[in-house]
Each structure stands twice: as structure tokens, then as C-alpha cells.
Nanobody, 127 residues
Framework: QLVESGGGSVQAGGSLTLSCTHS?????????LAWFRQAPGKQREAVAA????????NYADSVKGRFTIAQDASKNTLNLQMNSLKPEDTAMYFC??????????????????????WGQGTQVTVS
């Protein structure tokens, strides 16, 4: 099970770092990884994706230049560094993973249906 942490309340212009890990200790490097978010009354939208196979990243236009997705293999976490936060970034943030059979992941999909495993989410509120 994926577990997110690091959410909270912050003023506009501030920063937060979200982390995701696997509660059973499964190695995240074996999965395609991503962050999504969902605001009340809105559909779930992509934030960023990470491919452990080659370190490739992919970002939604709304967060490019402000957010950074990265894996910390030593801690087995997927992190999302969020800078210059805006009120419109307020949402529940979800970590997602998808296992690719046959080897490491080299894709960075921003499509929710491409991910099989999801965390419970962590709330980010920007005022």
C-alpha cells in the first residue's frame, strides 16, 4: 500500500515537500511512479510522473517550473518538491504506481488509468 505524507497548510508562495513510500517496503524503483491531485468538485488531474529506469520526468503544464518529482532510492520514497505554491494548488495529492513486467519503468504517463496502485492521499491547502 502506498502511503503519502508531508501535506499541510501553507501561504501562497510557500513550499511543501510530499513523500510517498510503500507500507510493506516494496521497492518503488520497480514501478512507474506519479503524483496526481484532486480538488473538491473537480476531476483527478496529473501533477508529475517519474520513470525510475532512466530518471525521466513529466510534468503537467500547471506545475512546470514550480514542482520537482524525484525518487530517493536510499529511503525508498517518491518525493514531490512544491515551490511557489498557489491557491489553485489546493487539493488532495495522491501517489500512484504501476508495475511494468520485465524490468524497470521507462515511461512517464500522466494518465490516471495507467496506474494500478494508489495511496490514500495527503491534503495540501494554500491560502
Amino acid at each position: 500500500q502506498l502511503v503519502e505524507s508531508g501535506g499541510g497548510s501553507v501561504q501562497a508562495g510557500g513550499s511543501l515537500t510530499l513523500s510517498c513510500t510503500h507500507s510493506a517496503g516494496y521497492t518503488l524503483s520497480r514501478y512507474c511512479l506519479a503524483w496526481f491531485r484532486q480538488a473538491p468538485g473537480k476531476q483527478r488531474e496529473a501533477v508529475a510522473a517519474f520513470a525510475p529506469g532512466d530518471g525521466d520526468t513529466n510534468y503537467a503544464d500547471s506545475v512546470k517550473g514550480r514542482f520537482t518529482i524525484a525518487q530517493d532510492a536510499s529511503k525508498n520514497t517518491l518525493n514531490l518538491q512544491m515551490n511557489s505554491l498557489k491557491p489553485e494548488d489546493t487539493a488532495m495529492y495522491f501517489c500512484a504506481a504501476d508495475r511494468r513486467p520485465g524490468g524497470p519503468c521507462y515511461t512517464t504517463s500522466l494518465i490516471p488509468n495507467h496506474y494500478e496502485y494508489w495511496g490514500q492521499g495527503t491534503q495540501v491547502t494554500v491560502s
